[in-house]
């Protein structure tokens, strides 16, 4: 196993080291250029070239990348231009906010979209299945954020069930220990203020699951479809073990293979898509402030935010080819 995990760490360099390269190209060939977003678009030659200067963007190529590459490795991501503040700081700050948006929707999906996908696929052709798969299509169509304008109206704002706005209400006086409302309401004992802030999770969660649950829900069906036909599960039926213990051990365990790859795939793309849940629902995390990043061409928002989105897709990765050793040995041996 620690063999496993260190020959995929090593792996991991290369392909930082090629994105860093193809954004630092990337941001080369922007038009305006960091200058232009810093002192906007009326900016005199002058003022254009001191900027440039300062920064270090009339040295050559090479010097620019090495001095790009030295500042993402010591976390210098730079200054936001919309808030003054280091990038790196106001990541911190928004960075709990849209896990715990993206975990809770992952969960969402993989609680519901497993069990629904394995009792289709058990009850091929009837109603559950006909059901699961016509709901997981529309699911994939619907647009996540008239999804989420949907459950705003009606669950926040018609029936006044669950808040449309904000990771907590403004009343609520709650300690912050870690940046992740949920967790900082248990450890401090702040109860009120814990489940004040799951309330806020539910609709923007829901809204940023469906299309997760209908993907989960269609690769569960389709796999555990495939693996019951095996062979070694006639075998294991026809040596006369449990059913339970065939469906569990033989069926669900294998089938689950794919579906842990999509998982992982699934929760980084959470985490990367989850711009416009937050606009809808004024969430404060990192999705909305890159929305707002974009519009003001903060660049060095933009630079931080594809490098933490690629550094969370190959750690995700990681765990997954973990997982995968874990539920199949054979990988392991190979």
Known sequence: MLRLVVRRLLQLIPTLLGLSV???????????????????????????????????????????????????????????????????DEFVLRFPATVELSLLAILIAVAVGVPLGYFAARNRGGWLDVTAVSGSLVGICIPVFFLALILKQVFAVQLGIFPSYGRQDTGINATDVTGFAVLD????????????????????????????????????????????????????EAKGLKRSVVRGRHVLRNAMLPVVTAVGLLTGSLLSGAVLTESVFSFGGIGSFIRTAIDARDYPVLVGFIMFIALVYVLINLLVDLAYSLIDPRVRVH
């Open 185 to 236: 309401g248990i450890l401090t004992g702040e109860f009120d203020a814990s489940w004040n802030a799951i309330t806020h999770l539910i609709l923007p969660s829901v809204a940023l699951a469906s299309i997760p649950l209908a993907v989960i829900v269609r690769m569960t069906r389709a796999s555990v479809l495939e693996v019951q036909d095996e062979d070694y599960v006639r075998t294991a």
């Open 22 to 88: 193809l954004l630092f190209l990337w941001l080369d060939r922007l038009p305006g250029g960091p200058a232009s977003a810093i002192l906007g678009e009326k900016a005199t030659e002058a003022e254009v070239a001191r900027i440039n200067r300062a920064l270090g963007l009339d040295q050559p190529v090479y010097v620019q990348y090495w001095r790009f590459l030295k500042r993402i490795f010591e976390l210098d991501l730079g200054t936001s231009t919309q808030t003054g503040q280091p990038v790196w």
